[in-house]
Nanobody, 127 residues
Framework: QVTLVESGGGLVQAGGSLRLSCAAS????????MGWFRQAPGKEREFVAA????????AYADSVKGRFTISRDNAKNTGYLQMNNLKPEDTAVYYC????????????????????WGQGTQVTVSS
């Protein structure tokens, strides 16, 4: 079993930055691919970014490419999402997710491909 705990959300003005963290426990963190998703009110949960177990490969949604950066520190069992130049449309609950079964070369982008989820952290961007 893997436990994920997000932190770092908050209220920020448009153009500002936030750094989300995802602390993992219960399994060797370096054995897990990690993803970030978000869900705005009335919308489906959507893919934001993902990173391979040893950080060799990353993937981003087009809407955040060039503004968000996903990273991880396996020694600290923690993943990160650096969010710059935030926009009001980035407002959502952000979730980190992890999975251990992907042996392919493509990072997973669908929520149902991830096995473990955090409780979410609210990010609100004011205009």
């Amino acid at each position: 079993q893997v436990t994920l705990v997000e932190s770092g959300g908050g209220l920020v003005q448009a153009g500002g930055s936030l750094r989300l963290s995802c602390a993992a426990s219960g399994r060797t963190f370096s054995s897990l691919d990690m993803g970030w998703f978000r869900q705005a009110p009335g919308k489906e949960r959507e893919f934001v970014a993902a990173i391979r177990r040893r950080a060799v490969i990353t993937a981003y949604a087009d809407s955040v490419k060039g503004r968000f950066t996903i990273s991880r520190d396996n020694a600290k069992n923690t993943g990160y999402l650096q969010m710059n130049n935030l926009k009001p449309e980035d407002t959502a609950v952000y979730y980190c997710a992890a999975e251990a079964s992907n042996s392919g070369t493509r990072l997973y982008r669908a929520p149902n491909e991830y096995d473990y989820w955090g409780q979410g952290t609210q990010v609100t961007v004011s205009s």
